[in-house]
T-cell receptor, first 114, second 114 residues
């Protein structure tokens, strides 16, 4: 069974540009989560989507947004990129949005903002 | 805000030694997950513990969830160089505004020398 997949693997942008990151969950999983892992800051929760709806959001500015498509894949968009947005962006999926559902992570997208 | 304090932050040991990593919180979690992450890759799930007092064994790794579901430990017996990596604990909230978010510990970087 295929795991969570993310694309692209690496993304290089300049300050002020927009970045789009993509994620495909494990087959049968309806929930998709996005996390940011910046150097020295650990994993920080960004967004949670379930059944096409945004269910929860972390402490990030509105220029971080996303959506979930009918096939449960998801996009994370980051507008007006800033240098401190450089990080590994991780997507995870779970069977549903129930408390305690195990989240399985993809390999990540390394975003570098110059 | 739920916090998970993970310790130690760094651990450097010789092959064959035992070690324990701790995760502590003042908050109750519905479940706690342990992950291992290699540089530049996504976290890989090791185990999920759900019941207070639960002990799970995975070969040389023993995971324990505290009775009150506020803390957890990972014990590795006879560590091997292949155990080297970043170990992360992550707590799933019981509900409320944190629903869907995993709260991650700061991580433990383990280095096992041959």
């Amino acid at each position: 069974e295929a795991g969570v997949t993310q694309s692209p693997t690496h993304l290089i942008k300049t300050r002020g540009q927009q970045a789009t990151l993509r994620c495909s969950p494990i087959s049968g999983h309806t929930s998709v989560y996005w996390y940011q892992q910046a150097l020295g800051l650990g994993l920080q929760f960004l967004l949670w989507y379930d059944e096409g709806e945004e269910r929860n959001r972390g402490n990030f500015p509105p220029r971080f947004s996303g959506r979930q498509f009918p096939n449960y894949s998801s996009e994370l968009n980051v507008n007006a990129l800033e240098l401190e947005d450089s990080a590994l962006y991780l997507c995870a999926s779970s069977l549903g949005g129930r408390a305690g559902d195990t989240q399985y992570f993809g390999p990540g997208t390394r975003l570098t903002v110059l | 805000t739920q916090l998970l304090e993970q310790s130690p932050q760094f651990l450097s040991i010789q092959e064959g030694e035992n070690l324990t990593v701790y995760c502590n919180s003042s908050s109750v979690f519905s479940s706690l997950q342990w992950y291992r992450q290699e540089p530049g890759e996504g976290p890989v799930l090791l185990v999920t513990v759900v019941t207070g007092g639960e002990v799970k064994k995975l070969k040389r790794l023993t995971f324990q969830f505290g009775d009150a579901r506020k803390d957890s430990s990972l014990h590795i017996t006879a560590a091997q160089p292949g155990d080297t990596g970043l170990y992360l604990c992550a707590g799933a909230p019981a509900g409320g505004t944190s629903y869907g978010k995993l709260t991650f510990g700061q991580g433990t970087i383990l280095t096992v020398h041959p």
